[in-house]
């Protein structure tokens, strides 16, 4: 019996509920593993600070170790699906997800810290990895990019929830307040693992596909993924949006509280606005991306981040902050839904996961570094300006990058096993791609 990742549901009226459960899934793993997990540390930040005596090179060392477990997790995650399948590999990740937050809330120093951020990292990448480049193959072809983005929106969906909850629980429990908002985000990952548990459940009737698509990935030459320009080049645009994206969202409450004077209420405000920003961001710019496709989507994402991070470097009135938090809200989660769709378009659902899990080692990579320069920076200059004005600077370098992409059509890796290697194949070789349906 299989997994969910093996073949898209049946079809029919119960077929679409299915999809759409399995989707409501990929939401909430993505929610907890890197909504709660990761950018829950954003809004916690100050207050761990404060309580754990940390510099802000500390901190940013701190986001630096959850991305680092996340970047371990992404070079091997392929391998764990391909043997254990989805539903276990999820369901565990998570569980070590919610007993590393747990674990951070009692932290006593940035050594116990780091220790945990890192597994908390481990766990995310078994999750979210896995279960946004499986939303691709649940749909049709044509809804691939919305699928990805419908499946990244669970950050959002954390930041619209943590940004009022982490100010009411600390202004209500003080000094351990930010431990106690870790041992819950914990329990509520847990929640969802025994969720992922019952519905990422085998579907006998998928039997007879995923039996052909085995077939068609051993003959399948998972080293065209590694060797393809195209994947270089897309993760280079990944890198970008990683290494400035982690710089906003890292120290965003900080640069409120600390550089501009905000109270924690006031910047926990703004950082729910760019949850309820973002809360469609993904789904709205996978549908764009199918659109006009994802080569030309990833340069207009990577413009309008440059100017998000260089207005809230510059503007601090606010009507500044408001634009900069709205319009970040708008991209922020555009890339990795683009990006998991491309590498479907690119390499089909046989090697999607590890197309994915490869691009995600450029993504960890710049935002390990991002928050460790950001943290730098700050300290150097006691402000956070420059760090948003070199994040400005990097976005602008993905857009470049984007631009140099060839383009890939939607589905150009359909039809039979031996097209599918030919087509990859061919990436190999030249990092093309294209096709007279090429848009």
């Known amino acids: 019996m299989t997994d969910a ?33 990761r950018f829950g540390y954003t809004a916690l930040l100050p207050a761990m600070q404060d309580g754990l005596g940390l510099s802000n090179t500390q901190a940013g060392a701190l986001a630096s170790w959850n991305l680092a477990g996340y970047l371990a997790m992404a070079a091997v995650v392929g391998s764990l699906i391909q043997r254990f399948g989805l539903r276990r590999v999820v369901t565990v990740g998570l569980m070590v997800t919610a007993t590393a937050m747990i674990a951070t809330g009692f932290a006593q120093g940035v050594v116990s810290a780091s220790l945990a951020r890192a597994a908390a990292g481990l766990g995310a990448g078994a999750v979210s990895i896995p279960m946004t480049s499986a939303v691709g193959g649940w749909v049709a072809e044509h809804r691939r990019g919305l699928a990805s983005g419908i499946a990244v929106s669970g950050s959002a969906v954390a930041l619209v929830l943590t940004g009022p909850f982490v100010p009411a629980v600390i202004a209500a429990t003080g000094e351990a307040g930010w431990r106690i908002c870790w041992i819950i985000f914990g329990v509520t990952a847990l929640a969802v693992a025994v969720a992922s548990f019952v519905v990422l459940r085998g579907r006998p009737r998928d039997e007879g596909e995923a039996s052909a ?22 993760g280079a645009v990944y890198f970008a949006y990683g290494f400035s994206y982690m710089i906003y969202l890292t120290f965003f409450v900080r640069r409120l509280t600390g550089d501009l004077g905000m109270s924690g209420a006031s910047a926990g405000t703004y950082f729910m606005i ?129 631009l140099l992409l060839p383009t890939v059509a939607s589905g150009v890796v359909s039809g039979s096993p031996a097209r599918r290697e030919e087509v990859a194949r061919g990436l190999a070789a030249d990092g093309s791609g294209q096709t007279s349906t090429g848009v």
């Open 5 to 37: 990742r093996s073949a898209p549901p049946e079809g029919g009226r119960r077929g679409r509920t299915r999809t759409w459960l399995l989707l409501l899934m990929a939401v909430l793993g993505v929610f907890a593993a890197l909504g709660l997990g």
């Open 213 to 234: 698509e085995g077939s068609s990935r051993r003959r399948l030459d998972v080293g065209s993924v590694y060797r393809s320009p195209y994947a270089w080049r897309l």
């Open 274 to 402: 760019l949850g309820w920003a973002s809360l469609l961001c993904g789904a709205m710019w996978g549908y764009v991306s199918d659109l006009i496709g994802r080569k030309r989507a990833l340069v207009v994402i990577c413009v309008l981040l440059a100017v998000t991070f260089a207005s809230f470097a510059v503007w601090t009135t606010p009507v500044g902050i408001a634009f900069s938090t709205v319009l970040f809200g708008l991209a922020a989660w555009a890339a990795p839904g683009v990006v998991v769709a491309a590498c479907g378009d690119a390499f089909g659902r046989a090697l999607a996961a590890t197309a994915v899990g490869f691009l995600t080692v450029f993504l960890g990579v710049g935002q390990v570094v991002g928050p460790l320069v950001g943290g730098m920076l700050a300290d150097a200059l006691s402000s956070f300006s420059s760090a948003y004005l070199a994040a400005a600077v990097v976005a602008l370098a993905g857009a470049v990058a984007a």
